[in-house]
């Protein structure tokens, strides 16, 4: 069975940092590119940031380039995201979620975690 | 970018009915489109890729069409573990921008 497990989520000052973590079970992790999403309240998803199997290629949107780092540690079958300079607006709901096997929808997501960024 | 635009907002319904839920792409994106469910305190599931096709555990009474610009979820025969929040989304590009969202309520 596949699982994702989210961690990391808490509440942070302005300007803080944060790393949140996904640990993956089920699946052969190092063969599957890996994706964040997050929902802050009332809102839809965004779309935030994709990491290859390999970890080789990253990909971000324009919203968190430059203060967001995806990683991944296959040894481990954990999934990152090093958050830095939070600002209000990253208040939300953080999923992990993984490719499908076709790259064209993420067939399987955590519950999420919780960051709230307050001061 | 490719925005998507969902209708409607919010959806009212009782257990056993039809509804819809429409999606409209800014540019033609094919069939990469794709339907997620989400609850409260749940992880989000995907009910619908590639336009139309139904992922292995998905009720039957989920089913997708459409292609190119204008896209549909539709459920028939609502059952109650069907209410919750759907969201479209586009994986013709690696930006996978979502739609703002469809809640649907219990009548």
């Known amino acids: 069975e596949v699982q994702l497990v989210e961690s990391g989520g808490a509440l942070v000052q302005p300007g803080g940092s944060l790393r949140l973590s996904c640990s993956a079970s089920?699946?052969?992790?190092?063969?599957?590119?890996m994706h964040w999403v997050r929902r802050a309240p009332g809102k839809s998803l965004e779309y935030l940031s994709h990491i290859s199997g390999d970890g080789a290629t990253t990909f971000y949107v324009d919203a968190v380039r430059g203060r967001f780092t995806i990683s991944r540690d296959n040894s481990n079958n954990t999934l990152y995201l090093q958050m830095s300079s939070l600002r209000s607006d990253d208040t939300a709901m953080y999923y992990c979620t993984k490719d499908s096997e076709r790259g064209d929808h993420f067939d399987y997501w955590g519950q999420g975690t919780l960051v709230t960024v307050s001061s | 970018d490719i925005q998507m635009t969902q209708s409607p907002s919010s959806l009212s319904a009782s257990i056993g009915d039809r509804v819809t839920i429409t999606c409209r792409a800014s540019h033609t994106i094919g069939a990469y489109l794709n339907w997620y469910q989400v609850k409260p305190g749940t992880a989000p599931k995907v009910v619908i890729y590639g336009a139309s096709t139904l992922p292995s555990g998905v009720p039957s009474r989920f089913s997708g069409s459409g292609s190119g610009t204008d896209f549909t979820l539709a459920i028939n025969g609502l059952h109650p573990e069907d209410f919750a929040t759907y969201f479209c989304q586009h994986s013709y590009n690696t930006l996978y921008t979502f739609g703002q969202g469809t809640k649907l309520e219990m009548k």
């Open positions: 089920g699946f052969r992790f190092r063969n599957s590119a």
